[in-house]
């Protein structure tokens, strides 16, 4: 045990370099993920109008959806609008920065890794690999639960406040704007993402000691209400969206347990070995 450490530590002393070396390795580091971003986004940005027509499909599922549960849903045809002039073209922009932001994500944590990596022991480099791995597929996972089951869903309910109007009334159609829809749509899916990321966050805490598996099932009541407290500042205003994102927190909060419960079991039997190594010279 002792030999392993003091060579870990060997390894390291031997990549030590000076604060400019790191700030210039820093300065490449970006370089390469911001040039990455850029030419994601430039390819991005041709495809802007096809990336945004995908993101308006839940839109177009609501509409169905509303109309199968009130009939023929009031008004025109559905379609959406913009105010301003230069409307339409920042909202492509954004479109494209996102979806740039999305691809790039590998190189950009490449890069990250690139940096961090020199500095951490080879046991430390295996613990931090599989949470790094596990943080886009689980963004991933919730931004797909968006998009395909809460949105529809949580856009039919706002459609239901439609009115046709009548004598002395008039009606209420929803004239959707480009901008303000994808705003919202990005929120739901960074609030999901972000969100899906816990148990990550909570297993790298159990590995460092921070939390307890035992704690952390002690604390289960808060974390539903902390749930429920943080779908609500996170989605909108109504009771569907709110519990659609409350309801995976919560699942995932007990994957984090059932994870906790892992990471301490593995460091049980690693002390355990190193005990008996130790005990053994």
């Known amino acids: ?90 909202t492509y922009l954004k479109v494209a920065f996102f979806s740039g932001a999305f691809l790039a994500f590998p190189i ?7 940096f961090v990596a020199p500095g951490l022991y080879k046991n430390e480099k295996r613990a931090f690999l599989p949470f790094l791995a596990a943080t886009p597929v689980l963004f991933v996972a919730g931004g797909a639960l968006v998009y395909y089951v809460v949105a529809p869903y949580a856009f039919a309910y706002f459609l239901s406040y439609q009115t046709t109007g009548g004598e002395g009334q008039l009606p209420i159609q929803l004239e959707t704007r ?13 609030a999901f993402g972000l969100c899906f990321q816990l148990p990550v966050l909570l297993t790298l805490l159990a590995r460092v000691g921070i939390v307890s598996a035992a704690g952390l099932a002690t604390k289960r009541r808060y974390a539903i209400v902390g749930a429920f407290v943080v779908a609500a500042v996170l989605t909108p205003p109504d009771v569907l969206s709110q519990i659609s994102l409350a309801l995976p927190i919560v699942v995932l909060y007990e994957v984090s347990i059932w994870c906790a419960k892992f990471v301490e079991k593995k460091r049980a039997e690693r002390e355990a070995a190193e005990a008996a190594e130790d005990a053994a010279d």
């Open 1 to 90: 045990m002792a030999e392993t450490e003091l060579k870990d530590e060997e390894e390291i002393e031997d990549k030590k370099m000076p604060l400019l070396d790191h700030l210039i390795e820093l300065r490449n580091r970006l370089m390469y993920a911001i040039g990455a971003l850029l030419v994601a986004f430039i390819a991005c940005f041709a495809f802007a109008e096809h990336i945004y027509t995908f993101l308006t499909q839940p839109l177009v599922r609501a509409y169905a959806i509303f109309g199968q549960y009130s009939g023929n849903a009031p008004g025109a045809a559905p379609r959406m609008i913009y105010t301003a002039p230069q409307e339409a073209f920042l």
């Open 178 to 190: 480009v901008g303000e829809y994808l705003s919202l749509m990005m929120q739901f899916i960074f």
């Open 108 to 114: 950009i944590a490449s890069q990250l890794w690139m």
